[in-house]
């Protein structure tokens, strides 16, 4: 398959799948589906998959993606939810004790690229940013309903973005003129008050007001935090539960957790710093750079 046609490049795939020990007949949950690349490695080592995500375009990619690469293995159990439901979703699809559970945060190359999903600052799109369609607020909605202050915190927190309070200022001050519709007019705007960027800089400035927007709306975090106290009850012992990550908000809340679990006894973190891509890696899958990978394993 070319690269062009993958519908998500997942980062650090190698090193994901043998931090979860993917044993034949056993039991994991892939709790962010996406493209199907990590759960595909796990059915071809013999792994039983329940396989959740929230994007109806991913659990239909997948599946189509699964019929065609693993014929003849068990096919895997699909459902389309919010991982913040994963301890409810897996005891109703019979995964009660797995002994694996993996967590790949963050956006897929398809949502980013796919105009009408409104996730990227470089293609002209709807300001959506929406991962599932039930979900009612978008980030058109934020961007032209909260004032300069909520915007500036909104920014600062969810993006720890240095020129919150310049964004915001400048996006109240273009919308009185009209309203803002698509992720190029936004993108337009912080472009204009940006600081030029130093030589070696490639990080476009709208990044992290980008990545705010979309964490609010999807209320990341919170689902994460949410998520990750379920799969203890889940696991089995020696069981592992991995996590990759793509900003430091998310990597903190999995560092604590995984911190705090080790210190009741209840896990044992197994890596004691981050697994990051290599240089090949990041050349070839640029936007696995900011990947960071975690795993640890249940006394």
Partial sequence: ???????????????????????????????????????????KRGGILLGIDQDPEAIAFAAKRFKQACPGLTPPRLVQANFKDIKAIAL??????????????????????????????????????????????????????????????????????????????AIVSARKISPILTGDQLAQIILREAPKRGRFDRTHPATRVFQALRIAVNDELHCLQIALPQTIGLLNK?????????????????????????????LKVITKKPLTPTKEEVEFNPRSRSAKLRAAEKN
Avoid: C
């Fill in 1 to 43: 398959m070319k690269k062009s046609e993958v519908y998500h490049i997942p980062a650090l795939l190698h090193e994901t799948i043998q931090l979860l020990n993917v044993k034949p007949g056993k039991q994991y949950i892939d709790a962010t589906l996406g493209g199907g690349g990590h759960s595909e490695e796990i059915l």
């Fill in 238 to 266: 020696e069981g592992r539960l991995v996590v990759l990550s793509f900003h430091s908000l998310e990597d903190r809340i999995v560092k604590n957790f995984f911190l705090e679990e080790e210190r009741k006894g209840v």
């Fill in 92 to 169: 109703e699809s019979g995964f009660d004790r797995v002994d694996g559970i993996l967590f790949d945060l963050g956006v897929s190359s398809h949502q980013l690229e796919t105009p009408e999903r409104g996730f990227s600052f470089n293609q002209e799109g709807p300001l959506d940013m929406r991962m599932s369609p039930e979900l009612s607020v978008t980030a058109k909605d934020l961007v032209n309903v909260l004032n300069e202050g909520e915007l500036a915190e909104l920014f600062w927190k969810l993006g720890e973005e240095k020129f919150a309070r310049r964004y915001a200022k």
